[in-house]
Every structure is written in C-alpha cells, then in structure tokens.
C-alpha cells in the first residue's frame, strides 16, 4: 500500500457526501471512488429492499457484488497519492472491518431533522436500517476499539464553514488542506454511480458547498417517530464532532 493516503468516508444517506467526493476530487493528488460497496449491500438486503433502491438491477449489473473484492480493492495500488472512498455507512453489511486500521475513516452526520425529510422524498417510509443513525454509533465504538484513526464531522458545520471543516478532514489524514477543495464546476462527474439522476441533482447544480438554510415546511408527522428514534444516536455521534 506504501505511503498513499487512503480516506474513507463513511457517510448516511443525504448528507452532503456527494459534496465532499466533488470536493477532494478537486485535487490533483486524488482519485474519488463513489460507493463502492453499494452493490454489495444491495446483493445482502431482501429483493423488497432492492426494489426499493432507484436503479438497483443496473448497480447489481455494473458493479462488483463481493463485498471482501472491494475492500482489497480499496486496499490495492493506485497511482494516486491521495485516495477519496464515498461510502455508506449501512453498505457494511457483513464484512470484516479490519481493514478499516489501514485507512482514514471520516464519519459524515446530519441532523434528522434536516436529512428525514430529503431522504423520503426519494424512499418513502424510511427506517433506522436505511439512514444509518445506529450504525454509525456501532461503528464508532468498533473503530475505538480497535484503535482505528476516524474524525466526525457534521454536515451543517461543513456548511457553514467548509474550509474549517475541510482542514480537520485533511489534517486527521495528514495532508495539507487545498484551495481548490472548495469550488467545482456545474455539473456531473465521470466518477458519479448509476445513481446520480436520483439522488445528485442538487450538486449538480452547484459550484460548492452551498451556506445552510434551515427547512422551513413542517417536519412530517408522519416521520416523528423515526426522528425520536434517530435522535438519541445522533447526539451520540456529535460528541466526537469537535
């Protein structure tokens, strides 16, 4: 693996990780990966879930579905000397996470009150499974216990002030924050999955890290008691977001 610099994100699902891809893909150093693991997660889940996923048969088709293949992918040689793996957290199903003491895991979080809404938009009657809240407080715990390097950041920071949050990600991979991480053209990525036309339309669209505004529509009754439940685990992960 020599000295490359290998960052996976490990994010929940509408949480601005397609943002930061488009960012470190900014960087002449980096090569960015997106989702890597998310075939692997659809070929583990019930054919209900699958169908519930936007172009999941084409994922299936295009992608790797070992999971094991990718993280020896993600371990293997590259020309880059800086590496950007967008991931979801609830994409681990079932693997050895051992690999995880070898890389620089960033553990991306968003407000459920914020993220609920925008996940329904696109799969209706989410559950904890799909917005990865409990996960990523066991991940957590298991990248502590195995003394695994990781940084938590929160969308809303990054937001509001993305070169702080930026130099934090850089600074726990021990590279140097770049200007050029801040800005990107409009448009789609050759690096984008099959799936960008459902979910990437707001990045698409922009040129950066767009400032936060808070929703102003009524959070969804219906989703209340998702929020509740969300809500203690995500006060969990924030503590470590300092």
Known sequence: MGDTVRICLWSGPRNISTALMYSFAQRSDCSVFDEPLYAHYLN??????????????EVLDTMENDGARVVDFMLGDFDSDVLFF????????????????DVVNVILTRDPEDMLP???QVIENPSMNDVGYAAH??????????????????????????????????????????????AWEKGA?????????????GTHASTGFQKYSPKSAPFPDRLKPLLDECRPYFNRIITHAS
Not at 95 to 100: A, E, G, I, K, T
Not at 151 to 180: H, K, Q, Y
Request: aromatic fraction near 10%; charge should be negative.
């Open 44 to 57: 583990s889940v019930s054919e209900e879930n699958k169908r519930r996923h936007p172009a999941f048969q």
């Open 86 to 101: 967008k991931n979801m957290t609830h994409h681990l199903l079932d693997l050895d996470r051992s690999f995880m003491k």
């Open 118 to 120: 925008s996940f329904d």
């Open 137 to 182: 407080v066991k991940l957590i715990e298991e990248l502590e216990a195995m003394d695994a390097p990781f940084v938590v950041v929160e969308s809303r920071a990054i937001l509001e002030n993305p070169r702080r949050e930026l130099t934090r990600i850089c600074d726990a991979a021990g590279i140097d924050f770049d200007e050029s991480m801040l």
């Open 189 to 201: 990525r050759e690096e984008d999955g099959v799936w960008a036309p459902y979910w990437y339309r």
